[in-house]
């Protein structure tokens, strides 16, 4: 392409591929300062003018704001390397908390999708049989509560949320509620529970709970939690059957809860239980 001195307004667009409002902007603030023709005060843009359009772009490509640019493009000749190497230091600083930011995001969202793919497998196969399964061991966040028989205040916390404030961090995957006596979560009775549930960066050891790295009796319980008892009920005859020891605790993971849908028939829980067999140490 043959390259004139001057350019109007309108050449400038279409060279440039930058919209003309863009542009008027951008003489406003004196990014791409144009020229007035002495004898008609007509707007045009120079040579010089059309080279500053890439610069401008691969900078706004790499997410500085014309502000940002004006400053370390007019810095003065003594400082210019300083003043662009504080610009590019800042960005770096944004670009990094913005990334860690679109991670935590991204952990929460694909953990949500995956309980939402469990629990539609579970509901359209039916899965409710007892089974023994080794669960793998993790880290979690952990906060001691009363429970008083009320599951739905329990899995929309708002202690254990204020809980996961005060250590800043983030909240990710399923709750889980470790029952401290199975008994008295089959009776209905209240008693002492850990809630538990992933974190997007690892707590403090203090704050953290180490569950799993053990064989546990799993049984999905699908539907309304009131009648969950019966899914208890149903891991015992199993155990008893089977020749399996049941631990005094129990564990409630929710899959998909009061947190996904207020249709109750699309809830599920997976209870689990620790167990060993008749004759082995408990796990």
């Not at 953990?111 to 899965?127: S, T």
């Not at 053990?214 to 015992?236: N, Q, R």
Request: hydrophobic fraction near 30%.
């Amino acid at each position: 392409m043959k390259y004139k001195e001057r350019y109007f307004i309108g050449d400038m667009s279409k060279i440039c591929n930058i919209s003309k409002k863009a542009l008027r902007y951008y003489d406003q603030i004196n990014l791409i300062p144009s020229q007035r023709h002495d004898y008609n005060n007509y707007r045009y843009y120079t040579r010089e003018s059309l080279l500053s359009v890439p610069v401008i772009k691969y900078y706004k490509q790499m997410g500085f704001t014309l502000e940002e640019m004006k400053e370390f493009i007019e810095g003065s000749a003594q400082h210019v390397f300083k003043s662009i190497q504080h610009s590019f230091r800042t960005k770096i600083r944004e670009l990094e908390d913005e990334q860690e930011k679109i991670r935590r995001r991204h952990v929460s969202v694909k953990d949500w999708y995956e309980l939402v793919r469990e629990a539609e497998m579970v509901i359209d196969n039916n899965i409710n049989e007892v089974s023994i399964k080794y669960i793998e061991s993790s880290d979690l966040l952990f906060q001691n509560q009363k429970f008083e028989n009320d599951l739905q205040w329990s899995i929309i916390n708002l202690e254990f949320t204020q809980h996961v404030e005060d250590v800043n961090n983030e909240i990710t995957g399923p709750v889980i509620i470790n029952f401290s006596s199975r008994k008295n979560r089959i009776e209905g009775e209240d008693q002492d529970i850990t809630m538990l549930q992933k974190t997007v960066v690892p707590c403090s050891e203090e704050n953290t709970y180490e569950f799993g790295g053990s064989m546990m009796l799993s049984c999905y319980h699908l539907g309304a939690h009131e009648d969950i008892h019966k899914t208890y009920m149903k891991m015992e005859r199993w155990a008893a059957n089977n020749g399996y020891i049941l631990g005094e605790d129990s564990f409630e993971r929710f899959v998909t809860d009061y947190w996904t849908t207020s249709n109750s028939d699309k809830f599920v829980t997976e209870v689990l239980i620790k167990c060993s067999r008749h004759g082995d140490q408990e796990t």
